[in-house]
T-cell receptor, first 113, second 116 residues
């Protein structure tokens, strides 16, 4: 079946620290992969995506590379800011047969000044 | 910008009550979804709909039903609310056929339901 395993949080970092949130997936074929972010009091919004192997998604200084060989899509940022404090969700959409997304459990990030 | 609007931000109901959660989108999207979000469990799909009057069960449909009478509106119904249905409920929509440039869900800001 389809599933996403995401690094458990919470994660607390100081401002300007390096961030990695691990995400691995199980799916057949070549799913599309996503990172969504949920800021306090808001719904989820798309942060970045990759739709084929070796693609790199990037947005707002965040990056993630679609690694087929390790079935991973780890989220990274070189220098986090207080405004990055949020919950981050890794998700996949199967290559065929579904229009919905399968989400990981979410990782809460808190960045302190 | 696409807007997905959920009718209530917070809702408190009693056990056994019938509860309606409403969701409206303004982008003429065919697909609409209801998820529930619980700490440590992430988002789990309850139901989705790919057209008016069409619905499909998600991963956790028990205790819920849905209604899609108009394209823009997707309602989640708890026939007899129970305490284990206390949760954050998120509605989302998407166009019918995703492609690499248009592939994402648009989410509402959520309804925090407490069943006492």
């Amino acid at each position: 079946g389809n599933s996403v395993t995401q690094m458990e949080g919470p994660v607390t970092l100081s401002e300007e620290a390096f961030l990695t949130i691990n995400c691995t997936y199980t799916a057949t074929g070549y799913p599309s992969l996503f990172w969504y972010v949920q800021y306090p009091g808001e719904g989820l919004q798309l942060l970045l995506k990759a739709t084929k192997a070796d693609d790199k998604g990037s947005n707002k200084g965040f990056e993630a590379t679609y690694r087929k060989e390790t079935t991973s899509f780890h989220l990274e940022k070189g220098s986090v800011q207080v405004s990055d404090s949020a919950v981050y969700f890794c998700a996949l959409r199967p290559q065929t047969g579904a229009n919905n997304l399968f989400f990981g459990t979410g990782t809460r990030l808190t960045v302190i000044p | 910008d696409v807007k997905v609007t959920q009718s209530s931000r917070y809702l408190v109901k009693r056990t056994g009550e019938k509860v309606f959660l409403e969701c409206v989108q303004d982008m003429d999207h065919e697909n609409m979804f209801w998820y529930r979000q619980d700490p440590g469990l992430g988002l789990r799909l309850i139901y989705f709909s790919y057209d008016v009057k069409m619905k499909e069960k998600g991963d956790i449909p028990e205790g819920y039903s849905v209604s899609r009478e108009k394209k823009e509106r997707f309602s989640l119904i708890l026939e007899s609310a129970s305490t284990n249905q206390t949760s954050m409920y998120l509605c989302a929509s998407s166009p019918p056929s995703w492609d690499a440039t248009n592939e994402k869900l648009f989410f509402g800001s959520g309804t925090q339901l407490s069943v006492l």
